[in-house]
């Protein structure tokens, strides 16, 4: 079973599609046997692969149904211009069961060496393709890190935003003068918030520095101390920074 595949390209009329046909007819002459009825894709509109050759594809469907089949074609660019869609069609057509491929320019094509260029083409895809795998595991990698020094700059940001509020907020007489009493009164946090009626978690941050306290706070705080702060020393703003 012969088969005969034509195609032509945008622009061609049907003179190429006899020219062509009667190119593969000489071809069957030659080894005496007659062509089956022609496949064949007038100005396809895309490829094999994208469904572009519908004629191309029921020629490798019935190659696929007739065992020993012969598939002529009047030259290897009808099948494809692109080397590798070319090599792929020829894989295509030897899986489908086709014995021999023929070219009217040619004669028998030896499909070995175009295999063997597929391969060679695929195994660069695939070294193409673990390259940018790794590629992209570097760049992972690197984002993470990134993710990772900003949020720990971040971090410190805060840290170092806080601690310059609090030495700002403890810098004044008042603030120095009030941690001083709250220290030499030998009474703990806790008592002295309960006694002035103040949130105890308020009174304990001021404490430790980490916030101000309202002049309403500050004065029930100064009343529940007897109302005496002890005099501000350049050694008291020191420790309470």
Same mark, same amino acid.
């Given at each position: 079973?012969?088969?005969?595949?034509?195609?032509?390209? @945008?622009?061609?009329?049907?003179?190429?599609?006899?020219?062509?046909?009667?190119?593969?007819?000489?071809?069957?002459?030659?080894? =005496?046997?007659?062509?089956? $009825? @022609?496949?064949?894709?007038?100005?396809?509109?895309?490829?094999?692969?994208?469904? &572009? $050759?519908?004629?191309?594809?029921?020629?490798?469907?019935?190659?696929? &149904?007739?065992?020993?089949?012969?598939?002529?074609?009047?030259?290897?660019?009808?099948?494809?211009?692109?080397?590798?869609?070319?090599?792929?069609?020829?894989?295509?057509?030897?899986?489908?069961?086709?014995?021999?491929?023929?070219?009217?320019?040619? =004669?028998?094509?030896?499909?070995?060496?175009?295999?063997?260029?597929?391969?060679?083409?695929? $195994?660069?895809?695939?070294?193409?393709?673990?390259?940018?795998?790794?590629?992209?595991?570097?760049?992972?990698?690197?984002?993470?890190?990134?993710?990772?020094?900003?949020?720990?700059?971040?971090?410190?940001?805060?840290?170092?935003?806080?601690?310059?509020?609090?030495?700002? $907020?403890?810098?004044?007489?008042?603030?120095?003068?009030?941690?001083?009493?709250?220290?030499?009164?030998?009474?703990?946090?806790?008592?002295?918030?309960?006694?002035?009626?103040?949130?105890? @978690?308020?009174?304990?941050?001021?404490?430790?520095?980490?916030?101000?306290?309202?002049?309403?706070?500050?004065?029930?705080?100064?009343?529940?101390?007897?109302?005496?702060?002890?005099?501000?020393?350049?050694?008291?703003?020191?420790?309470?920074?």
């Amino acid at each position: 079973m012969w088969i005969v595949y034509a195609m032509t390209t @945008p622009g061609e009329t049907d003179d190429s599609v006899k020219s062509q046909l009667q190119a593969c007819d000489g071809v069957c002459t030659k080894y =005496g046997t007659d062509p089956t $009825r @022609p496949f064949i894709d007038r100005e396809p509109a895309g490829t094999f692969f994208d469904g &572009g $050759r519908p004629y191309l594809t029921d020629a490798i469907a019935f190659a696929r &149904g007739h065992s020993a089949s012969q598939f002529v074609v009047a030259t290897l660019d009808r099948l494809s211009d692109d080397v590798v869609d070319r090599s792929l069609i020829i894989a295509h057509l030897l899986a489908a069961g086709v014995q021999g491929l023929y070219t009217a320019r040619d =004669g028998r094509i030896d499909p070995l060496p175009i295999i063997r260029s597929l391969q060679d083409v695929i $195994r660069r895809l695939l070294v193409d393709v673990e390259q940018a795998r790794v590629t992209v595991a570097e760049l992972e990698d690197a984002q993470e890190a990134l993710k990772r020094n900003l949020s720990e700059s971040r971090d410190a940001l805060q840290r170092r935003t806080v601690e310059i509020q609090a030495l700002g $907020r403890q810098s004044s007489p008042l603030s120095v003068s009030l941690l001083s009493a709250i220290r030499l009164c030998g009474r703990s946090v806790n008592a002295i918030a309960k006694a002035a009626q103040v949130p105890q @978690p308020v009174l304990h941050r001021f404490v430790k520095g980490e916030r101000g306290i309202s002049l309403k706070t500050a004065d029930k705080v100064f009343a529940v101390l007897g109302g005496y702060l002890p005099p501000v020393t350049a050694a008291d703003s020191l420790d309470s920074s």
